[in-house]
C-alpha cells in the first residue's frame, strides 16, 4: 500500500514525499482510514511504529478541508504527552507533515518560562502539543482554554499513569467539549488504562499493532552477569570492543546516570545525560548533540528517554536492568527503529535476576547470555578514576554562591520529599513543573539543582 492510496490531499502527500516516505507503516495503514471517517480511535502501539504519523495525517487532512480561525486563547486540536522530549517531538513531525499548510503548532511544557508560552497561545493555535501540569496551570491562570477542541489526543496513556497524571487527565477530560473527536495511544493496556481510555473514548475503533509486551523483533538481545560494583569496568570493554554508531545507556536513577557520565568522562569518553534534574536546555543540547551525531553515547533515566526517536542507535545498553517489565520493551525499542538491526545489553547484577525473570515472563524471549570478557579482572583492576564533580572554573563567586545554596536547599527538599515518590516522578518528566517544586526553587534553583547538573558532566 501507498501513502497515495489513503485519500490524503495534497500538501501532506507533497510532504510525506519530501521526507521519502512511500508506504504507510501498519499503524498507519490501520489508522488512518478511520480516522479520516472522524472516528474514535484506541490505538496499542509502541514508539516507534510511526503512530505520531498515524494521528498528525488524518488530523492535518481534516484541518486543510476545514480551515477556520483560530480560538482566542484556544485550540483546535490537542495532543497530551507524558514528557517534554516526546511533546516537543511530535510538534516537529506536525511541523514537518503540516509544511504545506499554513497552520500554527505550539508546545506547552514545564521547565521554560511560562510568559513566552502565554504570549504564543493568545491569538489561538491551531494545534498544540503539551504535557498535563503545565497545560492545567495556563488553565488555572486563565491563559488557555480547550472548550474549543476539535481534536483531542492522549499519546503513551500508559507512561502517563505511570507517572502519576491519572488526575490532571481526568480533570482534563471534564475542560474538553462533548463533541469532538478522541484518539488514545498506549504501548500497553493493562485494566486501569482501559478504564481511562473509557473516559475519553466515544464508540472507538481499535487497532493494534504489537502484541503487548513482545520485544522488537529485530532486536539481539543480550545479557551478561556482573557485580553492581563492576558494572563500570564492563560498560568500558564494551564500549570498546562493539561497533558502536550510537548507543543509549539506561540507568534507573539520575544519579546513577550522572555516575555513568562522571566515569566515562575519566576514561575520556564522551558521553551526556538525560534526566529529570537537568535543565530544559541542558537536555535538549544533549538530545540534538546526540541526534547530529555529535556525541555518540546518551544516558538516561526512563522517563527522560521515554517516546524519543533518534535515529541510528545501534546499541541499548541497560546498565541497570528495569524494575518494571514494559519499561525493557520501551528501552530496547530505542534502537532497531524503522527497520534497523539493533543491541541490547543488560548488565545484570545479583539483586536485579528477580527483575530479569520478571522481563523473560512478560516478553517470553530469554537473551542470551554473554559470558564476562576475558580479560575482564584487569579491567576492573585498572579502572580509569570518574571524573572530579565538575566545580565550574568558569563560575562567577555569585554563580557559586548560588550553587552552593541549590543544593543546600536540594538536600532540603530531599528530606521533605520522601514518602512523595509520586511527585517527584512527576518533576522528573517535566522538569519540576508541579506547583510545590516550583514554589521551592525559584529562590536559589532546587528544581534546576544547578549544583547538581555542574557537578556531573552537563552538556558543555
Ligand atoms: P513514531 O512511532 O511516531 O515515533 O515514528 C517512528 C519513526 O518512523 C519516526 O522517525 C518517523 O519519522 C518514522 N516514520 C513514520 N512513518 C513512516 C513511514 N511511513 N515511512 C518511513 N518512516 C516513517
Redesign the pocket.
Known amino acids: 500500500m501507498e501513502?497515495t492510496d489513503l485519500g490524503l490531499s495534497e500538501p501532506i502527500l507533497k510532504a510525506?514525499a519530501a521526507?521519502?516516505?512511500?508506504?504507510?507503516?501498519p499503524?498507519?495503514q490501520k489508522a488512518i482510514p478511520v480516522l479520516l471517517e472522524g472516528k474514535d480511535l484506541c490505538g496499542i502501539?509502541?514508539?516507534?511504529?510511526?503512530?505520531?504519523?498515524?494521528f498528525a495525517l488524518p488530523s492535518l487532512d481534516y484541518f486543510a478541508r476545514n480551515p477556520k480561525p483560530t480560538p482566542i486563547k484556544g485550540c483546535r486540536m490537542l495532543v497530551l504527552s507524558p514528557t517534554r522530549e516526546l511533546a516537543a517531538?511530535i510538534a516537529q513531525?506536525f511541523r514537518?507533515y503540516g509544511r504545506f499548510l499554513r497552520l500554527s503548532v505550539e508546545t506547552v511544557f514545564g521547565g521554560v518560562p511560562i510568559g513566552k508560552q502565554i504570549r504564543a497561545l493568545a491569538p489561538g493555535v491551531d494545534i498544540v502539543v503539551a504535557t498535563p501540569g503545565r497545560l492545567l496551570d495556563l488553565i488555572d491562570q486563565r491563559a488557555f482554554t480547550i472548550k474549543d477542541t476539535e481534536i483531542f489526543v492522549l499519546d503513551e496513556a500508559d507512561q502517563m499513569m505511570d507517572m502519576g497524571f491519572i488526575h490532571p487527565l481526568k480533570r482534563v477530560a471534564k475542560l474538553l467539549p462533548q463533541d469532538r473527536q478522541n484518539l488514545f495511544f498506549s504501548a500497553t493496556m493493562p485494566k486501569e488504562i482501559e478504564a481511562l481510555a473509557g473516559q475519553f473514548l466515544n464508540d472507538p475503533v481499535k487497532v493494534s499493532v504489537a502484541p503487548q509486551s513482545t520485544t522488537a523483533e529485530r532486536v539481539r538481545q543480550q545479557l551478561t552477569f556482573v557485580n553492581q560494583a563492576e558494572k563500570q569496568a564492563l560498560l568500558h570493554i564494551v564500549l570498546k570492543n562493539e561497533d558502536i554508531d550510537r548507543a543509549l545507556i539506561f540507568t534507573r536513577t539520575k544519579h546513577g546516570a550522572d555516575r555513568v557520565v562522571r566515569f566515562l568522562e575519566g576514561a575520556g569518553i564522551d558521553a551526556f545525560a538525560i534526566h529529570g534534574n537537568k535543565s530544559q536546555g541542558q537536555r535538549t543540547t544533549a538530545l540534538q548533540a546526540f541526534r547530529q551525531g555529535k556525541v555518540k553515547l546518551l544516558v538516561a533515566t526512563d522517563i527522560a528517554a521515554r517516546?524519543i526517536?533518534v535515529?541510528g542507535v545501534s546499541h541499548v545498553i541497560n546498565f541497570e536492568i528495569p524494575n518494571v517489565p514494559e519499561q525493557y520493551v520501551h528501552r530496547i525499542g530505542r534502537t532497531a527503529?524503522?527497520g534497523a538491526d539493533g543491541i541490547a545489553i543488560s548488565f545484570v547484577a545479583d539483586d536485579e535476576r528477580p527483575y530479569l525473570k520478571a522481563i523473560e515472563r512478560a516478553t517470553k524471549v530469554k537473551p542470551e547470555i554473554v559470558p564476562l570478557p576475558e580479560n575482564f579482572m584487569e579491567a576492573v583492576r585498572n579502572l580509569p578514576k570518574p571524573a572530579a564533580p565538575r566545580k565550574g572554573p568558569s563560575q562567577t563567586p555569585q554563580q557559586q554562591a548560588r550553587r552552593a545554596e541549590g543544593q543546600r536547599r536540594y538536600q532540603d527538599g530531599q528530606k521533605q520529599q520522601r514518602g512523595s515518590a509520586d511527585r517527584a516522578h512527576r518533576a522528573d518528566a517535566e522538569g519540576g513543573e508541579k506547583k510545590p517544586f516550583r514554589r521551592r526553587r525559584k529562590p536559589g534553583g532546587v528544581g534546576t539543582h544547578k549544583g547538581a547538573v555542574q557537578r556531573t558532566g552537563a552538556p558543555r
Open positions: 501513502f510525506l521526507k521519502k516516505y512511500a508506504n504507510p507503516t499503524i498507519q502501539a509502541q514508539t516507534g511504529t510511526g503512530k505520531t504519523a498515524a517531538q513531525s514537518d517516546g526517536d535515529s527503529r524503522a
